[in-house]
């Protein structure tokens, strides 16, 4: 039976790299029906919002998602699309891995962590008093009243939710997937020495569930010093559990440097949709040159091969995304070539059809986490 799947090409360089992931998808003969939604900026004029509810019904309905990059305006315009998607459909857990793969020049030959973030508390919330408002008026004055905080009348303020709930079914994902992967330790992030009510919350939490979870080596640093292991010692990490900021910044320090944003793939996960996305945004540098790299959003799609059971289509696209990289001739600009997306895409697909017939190079490559 077909899988039916909601295709979100995104804003820039997302329908570019969304295309090269779909003419991958379907090299590896695994049965999709695309329902192809616009969201993003470019539906933003027609429709009066970037993310109509006919995007939402149709995940809801499909329950997986490929999604392209949506582009987020800085300080106005319109809530980003990123966040309210993984808010709406409750898409708790970002997963991306990071491993540095064959034929990639890197600083750091043996990269292979993956990063667990949680997706839909923090100061990722929404939850935001803007400066002069009279909204914020009042906080300041509970604030004087609950706090004794006299707030400066010229801020604008973020409010950073992080509950027991939240951080409960997060670290348990976290354990849950060590497990399933063979992954053998986990490493917490947090500030917890400065924010005691909310990353504390996150800490005392993940300690709790890692006495409960003895097989699954575990221990937490600070998130400062989390970022200095990272560039020092990154083969010591394994896999890294982060509340939503850090997470979002340190898996782009991870792909930095396991060879780049146009390597790193991502899933969104919660208990009943998946969305699989690159980490990198819409790039709109290089928007419409066709020069993109598409291998994130390719591994994004292997990933989400691996979570409809098409584990040898999944691993199939790893494996020759691998070669392709390995062999070096077909890459894009950001490795160092000076090949155009669709190029790449076509090489990747080429050496699937191979590989599922048969007669490709067989050599067992870890496919994405
Ligand atoms: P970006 O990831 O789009 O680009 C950062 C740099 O990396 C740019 O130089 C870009 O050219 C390069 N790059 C990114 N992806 C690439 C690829 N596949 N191939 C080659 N080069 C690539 O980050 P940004 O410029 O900070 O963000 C642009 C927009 O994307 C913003 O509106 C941001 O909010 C949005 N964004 C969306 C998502 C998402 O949809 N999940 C994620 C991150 C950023």
Redesign the pocket.
């Known amino acids: 039976m077909a899988h039916a799947v909601t295709l979100v090409p ?4 997302g329908p570019e ?1 969304a295309g090269a992931a779909r003419l991958v998808v379907d090299a590896t003969g695994v049965e999709v029906r695309w329902d192809v939604q616009e969201a993003g900026a470019a539906v933003l004029d027609r429709e009066g919002t970037p993310l109509p509810e006919r995007v939402l019904r149709s995940i809801r309905s499909n329950r997986t998602a490929l ?8 300080g106005g315009g319109f809530r ?3 966040v309210a998607l993984r808010q709406e459909l409750d898409l708790f857990a970002a997963v991306r891995p990071s491993r540095t793969l064959p034929g990639i020049p890197s600083r750091y030959p043996s990269v292979d962590v993956v990063v667990i973030r949680e997706n839909t508390e923090d100061l990722y919330a929404g939850i935001e008093f803007e400066r002069g408002s009279p909204e914020l008026a009042r906080l300041r004055d509970e604030l004087r009243a609950l706090a004794w905080f006299e707030l400066k009348p010229d801020a604008g303020v973020t409010v950073k939710p992080i509950s027991i709930s939240g951080t409960r079914r997060i670290v348990l994902f976290a354990f849950d997937f060590a497990r399933r992967q063979a992954r053998r330790r986990i490493t917490v992030g947090h500030k917890a020495n400065i924010m005691r009510f909310s990353d504390g919350v996150f800490l005392s939490i993940a300690w709790e569930e890692a006495g409960r979870h003895p097989d699954v080596a575990f221990d937490a640093c600070q998130v400062d010093e989390l970022a200095l292991r990272l560039v020092t010692e990154p083969e010591a990490l394994d896999v890294v559990l982060l509340p939503n900021l850090y997470g979002d910044i340190v898996s782009d320090l991870c792909a930095g440097l396991a060879g ?3 390597l790193a793939a991502g899933a969104n996960l919660g208990w009943e949709y998946a969305v699989f ?10 928007a419409g040159k066709g ?4 291998i ?2 390719i591994l994004s799609a292997a990933m989400m091969l691996a979570h409809l059971g098409e584990t040898p289509a999944s691993n199939a696209v790893g494996m020759s995304v691998g070669r392709v990289l390995q062999e070096g001739a077909v890459r ?1 600009r ?1 490795l160092g070539g000076t090949a155009g997306t669709a190029e790449v895409a076509e090489a990747v697909a080429a050496m699937v059809k191979l590989m599922l017939a048969g007669s490709g190079p067989s050599t067992p490559d870890r496919g994405p986490a």
Do not use: F
């Open positions: 995104g804003d820039g360089i790299v999604k392209g990059p949506i582009t987020t305006p800085v980003s699309v990123n780049g944003l146009g996305e690159p980490v990198h945004g819409s790039a709109p540098d290089i020069v993109a790299n598409p994130a959003m894009t950001d």
